[in-house]
């Protein structure tokens, strides 16, 4: 696609309910990242993908929060039994390569969770 | 660890004049990038500028320019001619190289821009 896209744009949900964030990152990155941004704040990271693989999960605050990514594509973050903290903004971003190598990432335009 | 410091919540500039964003970190790495991102109402990240540590040289993209002192472990942005669409939240962010991904952000500095 044109850009990192992501789903739903927005939502609210009731404490104590699970939650699924979407993610389809620009065709042909392998690598895909998932950050959080809490109000006011700056942006956590919380997990990367490299291809379907995710190496490194210790930045997940909890685990009640778990991240997949199926063909090299579509990333889906997921939070179960939400709490009120998990309201942020969750921002996810795909690269070509590893950006270490020195190439830009790209975010979308997140996900607005709010947990009342 | 690395933090990564914004200093200012808050600044304004008239349309047209220059503005100066600071921000500070704090790494024992010597090897490491630098970005400045903008983030507009619409929530998008969008890469303003990056500065790779081992170039002396400091980086610029039009109006955007940035002043990276190593030592003292200072990257400011400057925005030369502001126009009503700088205005923004802009993050500093540090990634030291090999870190895959993780990019570690400053609090952000809100940019508005008067006409």
């Known amino acids: 696609g044109a850009g990192v896209s992501q789903s739903p744009s927005n939502k609210v949900t009731e404490k104590g309910k699970d939650v699924e964030l979407r993610c389809d990152p620009i065709s042909g990155h392998t690598a895909l990242y998932w950050y959080r941004q809490r109000l006011g704040q700056g942006l956590e990271f919380l997990i990367y993908?490299?291809?379907?693989?995710?190496?490194?999960k210790s930045g997940l605050p909890s685990d009640r929060f778990s991240a997949e990514r199926t063909g090299e594509s579509v990333s889906t973050l997921t939070i179960q039994r939400t709490q009120q903290e998990d309201s942020a903004v969750y921002l996810c971003a795909s690269s070509l390569w590893l950006p270490s190598s020195g190439n830009t990432i790209y975010f979308g335009e997140g996900s607005w969770l709010t947990v009342v | 660890a690395q933090t990564v410091t914004q200093s200012q919540p808050e600044m304004s500039v008239q349309e047209a004049e220059t503005v100066t964003l600071s921000c500070t970190y704090d790494?024992?790495?010597?090897?490491?990038?630098l970005f400045w991102y903008k983030q507009p109402p619409s929530r998008q990240m969008i890469l303003v500028i990056r500065q790779e540590a081992y170039k002396q040289q400091n980086a610029t993209e039009n109006r955007f320019s940035v002043n990276f002192q190593k030592a003292a472990k200072s990257f400011s942005l400057k925005i030369s001619d502001s126009q009503l669409g700088d205005t923004a939240m802009y993050f500093c962010a540090f990634m030291r190289v090999g870190s895959q991904g993780n990019l570690i952000f400053g609090k952000g500095t809100k940019l508005s821009v008067k006409p």
């Open positions: 993908f490299q291809g379907n693989s995710a190496p490194d």
């Open positions: 790494t024992s790495e010597s090897n490491y990038y």
